[in-house]
């Protein structure tokens, strides 16, 4: 008898032993899967946020950052930037969609190198916004600072970055040497003060008051675009009127800051 409990003990131990450990596989598979679940939600809850092509933010990102632009930092005047890349139809065409896609991710990039942490870049071409607004090879930028501070911007993206990033392209996609990338652009620069002004004013309207930023930001950009390739046009938000034109900055890459009124 004593045998025999012995054997029923070891087999009633042995069945035990092997449900907890069985048990312990389960709990293990369930943290497995949880941990993937986050990282699939994590994941998911990025790519909301970011453009298909480029990888940065979209317009639901940038009506939140702008928001933030308003609020935060009343000190601190802004500018948004409407840029985009000359001829890029033609590039399209010339090297195939699948080449002009990396041009567009290496400039985002580039650019978003070149700026500060809490200042963005954002391009979206799904949204309502971008396709009222932006074609495709289009980018508006979010910055801290003066007008000074947006004409040093554009002034390194114009006459150190883009050459830089040519040369990086021309090698990494065998272009020929003539490549070179141009941009043009149109800004609207906000001092603190009148900063303030569009937060009192849009303080339950934010999305028009961005709207008729980037609209009249397009429209300087139109205007450097008819003018030449490579030109940008800065210019003081509330300081100017539709019928100025932007007084000509003299350098060897062709700028057009604001004209304030006197």
């Given at each position: 008898s004593v045998v025999i409990f012995s054997i029923l003990t070891f087999i009633i131990w042995s069945s035990l032993k092997q449900n907890f450990a069985d048990q312990g596989d389960e709990v293990d598979q369930l943290k497995a899967s949880n941990r993937a679940l986050t990282e699939e939600v994590e994941r998911l809850s990025k790519e909301y946020f970011r453009d298909d092509i480029t990888k940065i933010p979209n317009e639901i990102k940038l009506n939140s950052v702008f928001k933030i632009f308003l609020e935060e930092h009343p000190s601190r005047g802004f500018s948004l930037i409407y840029l985009d890349v000359d001829s890029f139809k033609r590039l399209n065409t010339a090297l195939g969609t699948a080449k002009a896609n990396i041009i567009l991710r290496a400039l985002a990039w580039k650019?978003?190198?070149?700026?500060?942490?809490?200042?963005?870049?954002?391009?979206?071409?799904?949204?309502?916004?971008?396709?009222?607004?932006?074609?495709?090879?289009?980018?508006?930028?979010?910055?801290?600072?003066?007008?000074?501070?947006?004409?040093?911007?554009?002034?390194?993206?114009?006459?150190?970055?883009?050459?830089?990033?040519?040369?990086?392209?021309?090698?990494?996609?065998?272009?020929?040497?003539?490549?070179?990338?141009?941009?043009?652009?149109?800004?609207?620069?906000?001092?603190?003060?009148?900063?303030?002004?569009?937060?009192?004013?849009?303080?339950?309207?934010?999305?028009?008051?961005?709207?008729?930023?980037?609209?009249?930001?397009?429209?300087?950009?139109?205007?450097?675009?008819?003018?030449?390739?490579?030109?940008?046009?800065?210019?003081?938000?509330?300081?100017?009127?539709?019928?100025?034109?932007?007084?000509?900055?003299?350098?060897?890459?062709?700028?057009?800051?604001?004209?304030?009124?006197?």
């Open positions: 650019l978003r190198s070149g700026i500060r942490r809490e200042e963005e870049i954002f391009r979206d071409q799904s949204s309502d916004l971008f396709r009222r607004f932006v074609g495709g090879d289009e980018f508006i930028l979010l910055i801290h600072g003066d007008e000074q501070t947006c004409i040093f911007f554009m002034k390194r993206i114009l006459s150190e970055v883009l050459p830089e990033l040519s040369a990086e392209l021309r090698e990494r996609l065998n272009l020929e040497d003539g490549f070179s990338l141009s941009v043009s652009a149109g800004s609207y620069t906000y001092s603190s003060s009148e900063k303030r002004q569009l937060t009192r004013e849009g303080k339950d309207n934010l999305k028009d008051i961005l709207y008729k930023i980037i609209a009249d930001a397009e429209r300087l950009w139109q205007s450097a675009k008819n003018n030449d390739y490579g030109v940008c046009y800065v210019w003081n938000g509330l300081a100017s009127t539709a019928h100025e034109e932007p007084e000509k900055y003299e350098n060897f890459i062709s700028f057009f800051p604001h004209k304030q009124n006197n």
